[in-house]
């Protein structure tokens, strides 16, 4: 069984570089035709996809969040990384990472995120 499980700082300041890592057991990133998503829910708001790292190592991005992110990944340690640049108080969340060959078929915990100063 797949299992995903994001990491990563829950407080970081205004106009710092929020970096998250999703950790992947049971199955490897570079499995052929599968696909591995950040996603993120703000407090009161619906889920918001984010990006998308292929098997092939290509990365997609939501347009409205496109300038300020980036998506990498680290095969050696089946991990992929989520680096979301001058967040903003409305960058406050809860961050998941999905995978799967339907790009959701696998999800981890969720990681809360806070940013403030």
């Known amino acids: 069984q797949v299992q995903l499980q994001e990491s990563g700082p829950g407080l970081v300041k205004p106009s710092q570089t929020l970096s998250l890592t999703c950790t992947v057991s049971?199955?490897?990133?570079?499995?052929?035709?599968?696909?591995w998503s950040w996603i993120r829910q703000p407090p009161g708001k619906g889920l918001e996809w984010m990006g998308v790292?292929?098997?092939?190592?290509?990365?997609y991005y939501s347009p409205s969040l496109e300038s300020r992110t980036s998506i990498s990944r680290d095969t050696s340690k089946n991990q992929f990384t989520l680096q979301l640049s001058s967040v903003t108080p409305e960058d406050t969340a809860v961050y998941y990472c999905?995978?799967?060959?339907?790009?959701?078929?696998?999800w981890g915990q969720g990681t809360q995120v806070t940013v403030s100063s």
């Open positions: 999905a995978g799967g060959i339907n790009w959701y078929d696998y």
């Open positions: 790292l292929a098997y092939s190592g290509s990365t």
């Open positions: 049971g199955g490897s990133i570079t499995t052929n035709y599968y696909y």
